[in-house]
């Protein structure tokens, strides 16, 4: 419990505010091109793509620390160990560049424990990188002294990691209740006529927000909160690039094909639950697909 309440705290340091905005910035800047932040958030893989990559060096260095506990250590083992921490400084790269895509798109409290989690790993390759050294000139013991510290530092780093995963909810699903929480049966959604030619509204379907659209003879009707940090959708904006309608969040930038709730550009990674649509006496009504990411025809 004290564990958990001293990373709660992390996120109550404004005083980090100032160099997590210079680290967000300074990744903004960096990172421009949208289909490599797709790539860096894992759009194409329908899941945030750093959890997966970083289990690589986590992998390797826990690997390295088990060879320099092993009795008897002789020639082999030792170039075993160091082989394993270059294997893990290596995939670390690809894993820290897609954590940065992330952390960059993260509301402040999400920043502050992201900054502690990133500053905990760099200390973690910092002293993986004095292991290499030390071992190379010969101080095997100091070298394994700093192989064991920058284990300590990953596994604190990877406790962070999944706190801001699980507790503070960085590039988890934000809509992924939608289709057990709204009615299983057909809801009112008021008069057609009263629905805005290409413009969204946002209406309630139980308790569940949605958003409205009425557009070219069409109507569409998904989650209003954004699957990536539940920003209102109604007040996106829209846009047509292949003739059917798309929508941006305000929040973040996650574009979402309305017809079917895909993702077309992150941060957001999941797809956006949407309903099925009937008009009855002039009324719209809509019922939940149970399976967000179904085309409309489906």
């Known amino acids: 419990m004290r564990s958990l309440s001293a990373k709660d705290r992390i996120a109550e340091w404004t005083w980090l505010d100032k160099p997590a905005g210079m680290l967000r910035d300074a990744v903004s800047r960096t990172l421009r091109g949208r289909r490599l932040k797709d790539a860096l958030h894992g759009v194409w893989l329908?899941?945030?793509?750093?959890?997966?990559?970083?289990?690589?060096?986590m992998g390797a260095f826990a690997c390295a620390g088990v060879v320099d506990a092993l009795p008897g250590r002789g020639v082999g083992e030792r170039r075993v160990t160091r082989l394993?921490?270059?294997?893990?400084?290596?995939?670390?790269?690809?894993?820290?560049?897609?954590?940065?895509?992330?952390?960059?798109?993260?509301?402040?409290?999400?920043?502050?424990?992201?900054?502690?989690?990133?500053l905990t790993s760099t200390a973690a390759l910092t002293s993986y990188l004095l292991s290499l050294r030390w071992r190379a000139s010969g101080r095997e013991v100091a070298g394994i002294a700093a192989g064991w510290s920058?284990?300590?530092?990953?596994?604190?780093?990877?406790?962070?990691?999944?706190?801001?995963?699980?507790?503070?909810?960085?590039?988890?699903?934000?809509?992924?209740?939608?289709?057990?929480?709204?009615?299983?049966?057909?809801?009112?959604?008021?008069?057609?006529?009263?629905?805005?030619?290409?413009?969204p509204t946002r209406r309630m379907a139980g308790e569940v927000p949605v958003f409205v659209l009425r557009d070219r003879g069409e109507l569409y009707v998904l989650a209003d909160r954004c699957s990536h940090a539940s920003g209102?959708?109604?007040?996106?904006?829209?846009?047509?690039?292949?003739?059917?309608?798309?929508?941006?969040?305000?929040?973040?930038?996650?574009?979402?094909?309305?017809?079917?709730?895909?993702?077309?550009?992150?941060?957001a990674t999941a797809p956006q639950p949407t309903f099925h649509t009937r008009v009855v006496d002039g009324r719209l009504q809509a019922l939940v697909r149970r399976i967000p990411g179904v085309p409309a025809g489906g």
């Open 84 to 118: 394993l921490i270059k294997l893990g400084l290596l995939a670390s790269v690809p894993a820290a560049v897609a954590g940065a895509a992330d952390f960059a798109q993260g509301h402040e409290e999400q920043q502050r424990t992201g900054l502690v989690h990133a």
């Open 232 to 267: 209102p959708l109604n007040q996106g904006s829209l846009s047509w690039p292949d003739g059917s309608p798309c929508v941006e969040c305000p929040w973040h930038g996650s574009v979402f094909r309305v017809a079917s709730g895909e993702v077309v550009h992150g941060p």
């Open 46 to 57: 329908g899941h945030p793509l750093h959890p997966a990559v970083v289990q690589a060096p």
């Open 150 to 199: 920058g284990l300590g530092f990953t596994v604190a780093s990877g406790m962070l990691g999944g706190h801001l995963s699980f507790h503070q909810a960085t590039s988890v699903n934000h809509a992924d209740a939608v289709p057990h929480i709204a009615p299983d049966e057909w809801t009112d959604l008021g008069e057609v006529a009263d629905l805005p030619e290409g413009s």
